[in-house]
């Protein structure tokens, strides 16, 4: 347990936390929307600080980032809780354990112990991941600190409903992001995400503005956010406000791996190719189609002359690429190589 970092004391022993977008009022005794923070004796307190619930080796192309050190394999890690209560939510065993049982569970780790493990493992990146890694920001600092000190890549696979101040906290130590884009409709993301568009739409401009690598990913719903009108929206935004060289993803859903959702159909994939070929045709340079293990929409094609120059099965990668430029035309791929 550690005392929370963003949060101000007010009157009759409450708090208000400013970690995220939900900026909770949390009276004596009570916990935060993530469950993970939690007001005693007029002071916030992380409960999460030094417990992890997963970890393990992935390969980058899981986060999914497919534009920064292509190949390599990133040591990730993930406490309980999350700010958000997705009903399509794969991780809620841990995602919502706060909520649901109360119990904070975890295994010891020092920020210094995850930085030791990332070495030995030969890992060139730490990913917060599995889990909103905005809710355990003061353990995600502390370890990206002393990473950055050794040499590692900092990432984080985020919801992106972190608070500007949060935001500002780790953006001197972040080398690349994914934040999923889940809706371009704020009743979307009320009914079915427990969150707002807006602070999302703010923070993915500020981050591409700080020069941090940005990937987006929107996991297409039927029926939640499945309309070409909709996609073609968050398509449009991509290349607006974020840039063409942005890459997105696009991902099937599986209702079975679900939280809440095991009674919707998974998505068509014709819908997911179709979706591609809309941020296609709008102009974005990387449209990648996700778990759809038999098809082409994974590969990196050279946007000025189509030419394959990654190409990736799973996660097994094949590069043709000449250090980030097209192997036949020369033109640049967007990729952060070191």
């Given at each position: 347990m550690k005392e929370a970092l963003l949060y101000?004391?007010?009157?009759?022993?409450?708090?208000?936390?400013?970690l995220c977008s939900h900026q909770c009022l949390i009276n004596l005794g009570k916990r935060g929307i993530c469950g993970v923070r939690e007001n005693r004796r007029g002071k916030l307190y992380t409960l999460v600080y030094g417990k992890v619930i997963a970890f393990g080796v992935d390969p980058i192309e899981k986060k999914p980032l497919f534009h920064f050190l292509p190949g390599s394999?990133?040591?990730?890690?993930?406490?309980?809780?999350c700010n958000f209560r997705c009903q399509n939510c794969q991780n809620w065993q841990i995602s919502q354990a706060p909520r649901l049982s109360k119990r904070i569970q975890g295994f010891k780790f020092s920020p210094s112990e995850i930085v030791e493990e990332t070495?030995?493992?030969r890992c060139q990146s730490i990913a917060y991941t599995y889990t909103e890694p905005t809710i355990f920001l003061e353990y995600a600092l502390d370890i990206m600190k002393i990473a950055k000190k050794k040499g590692l890549k900092n990432v984080w696979v985020s919801n992106g409903f972190m608070s500007s101040k949060a935001l500002e906290l780790i953006s001197?130590?972040?080398d690349a992001i994914n934040i999923d884009l889940k809706s371009f409709k704020d009743k979307t993301y009320q009914k079915y995400f427990g969150g707002r568009l807006e602070p999302v739409l703010k923070n993915l401009k500020e981050i591409k503005e700080k020069g941090i690598w940005l990937e987006?990913?929107?996991?297409?719903?039927?029926?939640?956010?499945?309309?070409?009108?909709?996609?073609?929206?968050?398509?449009?935004?991509i290349k607006k406000e974020l840039g063409r060289e942005t890459p997105w993803?696009?991902?099937?859903?599986?209702?079975?791996?679900?939280w809440q959702m095991q009674s919707y159909s998974p998505t068509p994939k014709e819908t997911i190719q179709k979706a591609r070929e809309i941020g296609l045709e709008i102009g974005l340079k990387y449209v990648y189609s996700g778990n759809l293990w038999d098809d082409l929409g994974e590969n990196t094609y050279c946007?000025?002359?189509?030419e394959l120059n990654i190409e990736r099965k799973g996660y097994i990668i094949r590069?043709?690429?000449?250090?980030?430029?097209?192997w036949k035309c020369g033109e640049d791929l967007d990729l952060i190589l070191e």
């Open positions: 101000r004391k007010l009157k009759n022993n409450k708090v208000r936390c400013y394999l990133a040591y990730s890690l993930a406490t309980v809780g070495l030995k493992n001197p130590y972040l987006v990913t929107t996991l297409i719903i039927p029926g939640v956010n499945d309309q070409e009108e909709e996609i073609r929206q968050i398509a449009l935004f993803h696009i991902s099937k859903f599986s209702p079975e791996i679900s946007p000025k002359c189509g590069r043709f690429d000449k250090q980030g430029k097209c």
